[in-house]
């Protein structure tokens, strides 16, 4: 069986806030990095693409700015 879905990995040379995955155009996993906490510790946030102005779209467009931003690995 072939499967077309692949990761890509970037790195960009700026402070890190986030941990953004987007997956498949409608689910976004967020974690944010506190400067105490690691790990299971940190919250992680899963949201799902309901509306064009809801969470998602923030962080989509974050994911976005940096990755454009960034370099291939």
């Known amino acids: 069986m072939t499967s077309s879905h692949q990761v890509e990995l970037r790195k960009y040379d ?10 498949d155009g409608r689910r976004c996993v ?3 990095y506190l400067p105490d ?14 509306s064009d102005d809801g969470l998602y779209e923030v962080f989509s467009q974050v994911f ?10």
């Open 37 to 50: 906490t690691r790990g299971v510790d940190s919250p992680t946030f899963v949201m799902e693409r309901k």
């Open 64 to 73: 976005t700015s940096l990755w454009e931003r960034s370099k291939p690995l």
């Open 14 to 23: 700026e402070t890190v806030r986030f941990n953004i995955m987007l997956v």
């Open 30 to 32: 967020m974690q944010p």
